[in-house]
T-cell receptor
């Protein structure tokens, strides 16, 4: 079974631009979560999607948005990029939402904002 | 407001000895706890978990202890191996919030050979 796939792996943007990151979950997994990892802050929860609906949202500004498609693939978008948005963005999937259990993470998309 | 705290940014241990990683939480509604390990340039991978109805869970060299009254959990690795060198994240979830995982800031473990 293929793991969680994230694209692109690395990207560089400038302030004010927008970026779209993509995530393909493990086959059969219908829940996709997004996390931001920065040094010293650990993994900060962005949002979780299940069956194309946002089920949970973290404390991030409205510049951060996401969506999920009918095939469970997910995208997240960050508009009007700021220097502080430089981070590793991790996508994780699990079979369903609302259940205990491990998340399976992708390798992440490393975003650098100049 | 950090609900899950890992107060030690780093830990250095000699190969063969015990590694103890600590985690504290503030939300008494958390009912499930997990540890993840992360190598550079890779995503975090699940290591071990424990439900709030237990106080210990063991899997090979890894044991997680939960002290609910102190809102504290710890991960013991015995014996430590150089391949265990990684960042370890503690995470907790709350059924009331759809089991969203809340992570700590991580502890860098270095196992010296």
């Amino acid at each position: 079974k293929a793991g969680v796939t994230q694209t692109p792996r690395y990207l560089i943007k400038t302030r004010g631009q927008q970026v779209t990151l993509s995530c393909s979950p493990i086959s059969g997994h219908r829940s996709v979560s997004w996390y931001q990892q920065t040094p010293g802050q650990g993994l900060q929860f962005l949002f979780e999607y299940f069956s194309e609906t946002q089920r949970n949202k973290g404390n991030f500004p409205g510049r951060f948005s996401g969506r999920q498609f009918s095939n469970s693939r997910s995208e997240m978008n960050v508009s009007t990029l700021e220097l502080g948005d430089s981070a590793l963005y991790l996508c994780a999937s699990r079979e369903s939402t609302g259940e205990n259990g491990e998340l399976f993470f992708g390798e992440g998309s490393r975003l650098t904002v100049l | 407001d950090q609900q899950v705290k890992q107060n030690s940014p780093s830990l250095s241990v000699q190969e063969g000895r015990i590694s103890i990683l600590n985690c504290d939480y503030t939300n008494s509604m958390f009912d499930y706890f997990l540890w993840y390990k992360k190598y550079p340039a890779e995503g975090p991978t699940f290591l071990i978990s424990i439900s709030s109805i237990k106080d210990k869970n063991e899997d090979g060299r890894f044991t997680v202890f939960l002290n609910k009254s102190a809102k504290h959990l710890s991960l013991h690795i015995v014996p430590s191996q150089p391949g265990d060198s990684a960042v370890y994240f503690c995470a907790a979830s709350d059924r009331e919030y759809g089991n969203k995982l809340v992570f700590g800031a991580g502890t860098i473990l270095r196992v010296k050979s």
